[in-house]
């Protein structure tokens, strides 16, 4: 009797657990039998193992194997496991020297001509391997690059399951060369954000923009079409800061399991832009997928924007899946497979016409054709819960004459961007010792205690008695105000801070 035991990874949304692959070759009747809670894709890699051991010239080992995936208890999904199962059976069979390979993690999938295919998810894959005292990896030639991003990795790329023979020691009497197999991911071009000085006039918006960026705030623009709504929105990313390294490495963890992540140029340090069309499905906004669920376009935009533009367009039961995220900042995927927890703190940037036809806030509302009960039906679809979510909600009027012909132009991005790099350098100083890093996520306790008495307060208060604003509304224009001083550089919001606010939380109509 043999056996071989090697290492392989299982992710459960970003969170990787090494798993021991252990195969026992006893002389019985020929059989293979895999146990451990695989899944589909999982129970075809004996097909494709056996095959691909034959490719490479090494007989099949004639005797009844069990391979294990430990713990048992976990389940297990894809077909990274294959190159783990097939360097178990050979160290079981002896073709290649068992010692050591306890500790050595394998992922990729295997083809029938014995290639080594790159997987998703290799980053936080060989990240969780690194955590538990497992450096050694093996990955195919296509994910070397993702895989070396994961510092104290000692990574091995093999185009073949004939050189990972090689690799572990064994020995082939003829090594077929192949090419090694590049992987075929979706990968998104990381897209230029524009520059702010492009946009033309929209200086209430432009404020609303940097408060946003400053604050971690989400935002909703309302105006006719063509009045740079979009525009605007999509100029977000370019004024926010860059991502941190441990924010890097969790973004790219995301995007490496989504399938979305070329590293060819290395960790994402931007903050990423999702902008879904109308028309996208649940699972496309929130993830989905057979077994386990991939991350959707809230995810890919954890740390950094996501656009829903158009977004009464948007079914109702979409936008009410964003409730979860915005109020937690993460998303739990329950699947036959098993529940995949993946982050989501994004940025949410709403961008709708005020009706049907986008005219009712134009030339005082005489060009629109909508009647008042086609206003109500299509404004009605973002509802009061999502929109007590958003902090900042601002009418973006059409751009005038004079602002068109204006020689001067609005400040660039980079401009822009300073003054929002220390407004959120001053909120992390105050925040120090908490679990918060931005005026948007604390709570409006903690803010409140440290607002300076009623004086302050009190244009809020009455807001709440008269119903304009509810309770979780009067917290996040205290988060506004907050972030207002932080831009003018004071350290607590004054009256006229909460003034400001007031007007960028209610689009000016708080009478």
Known sequence: MGLGTTAAVALTGLTGHVVEVQAQLAASVPGFTLVGLPDAALHESRERVRAAVLSTGIKWPHRKITVNLSPASLRKSGSSFDVAIAVAVLAGDRVVPAAGLERVVHLAELGLDGRLQPVRGVLPAVAAAVEAGCPDVVVAVGDADEARLVPGARVHAAATLAEVVLLHGGELADVPVLDPVRPSRQAVARR??????????????????????????????????????????????GIL?????????????????????????????????????????????????????????????????????????????????????????????????????????????????????????????????????????????????????????????????????????????AVVARRVAEARAAARERLAGTRWSTNAEASGRWLRERSGGGDVLRPIERMVDRGVLSLRGADRVLRIAWTVADLAGRGAPTADDVSTAVTMRTRGHHG
Not at 211 to 221: D, K, Q, S, T
Not at 223 to 237: I, W
Request: glycine share 10%; charged share 20%; hydrophobic share 40%.
């Open 192 to 237: 230029e954000p524009g520059d702010l000085a492009e946009v033309v006039g929209q200086a209430q918006a432009r404020v609303a923009l940097e408060i946003a960026a400053a604050g971690g705030h989400h935002l909703m623009l309302v105006g006719p079409p063509g009045a740079g709504k979009t525009m605007l929105a999509a100029r977000l990313p």
């Open 241 to 413: 800061p860059d991502l941190t390294p441990a924010e890097a490495v969790e973004v790219t963890s995301v995007h490496s399991v989504a399938g979305t992540f070329d590293p060819g140029n290395g960790l994402l340090t931007r903050p990423p832009f999702e902008d879904p069309h109308h028309t996208a499905t649940p699972a496309a906004i929130v993830g989905g997928g057979s077994g386990l669920a991939r991350p959707g376009a809230v995810s890919r935009a954890h740390r950094g924007v996501l656009l829903l533009d158009e977004a009464p367009e948007f079914p109702s039961r979409v936008l009410e899946t964003l409730r979860q995220p915005l109020e937690q900042g993460e998303l739990v995927l329950h699947r036959s497979g098993g529940a995949a927890r993946y982050p989501a703190r994004f940025q949410l940037v709403l961008a709708a016409n005020p009706c049907p036809c986008g005219m009712a806030s134009v030339n005082k509302g005489l060009d629109c054709a909508c009647t008042p009960t086609a206003k109500r039906r299509y404004f009605g679809r973002l509802s009061g819960p999502l929109l007590d979510r958003v902090d900042l909600q601002v009418d973006v009027q059409p751009v005038t004459r004079a602002e068109r012909t204006a020689r001067e132009t609005g400040e660039s991005s």
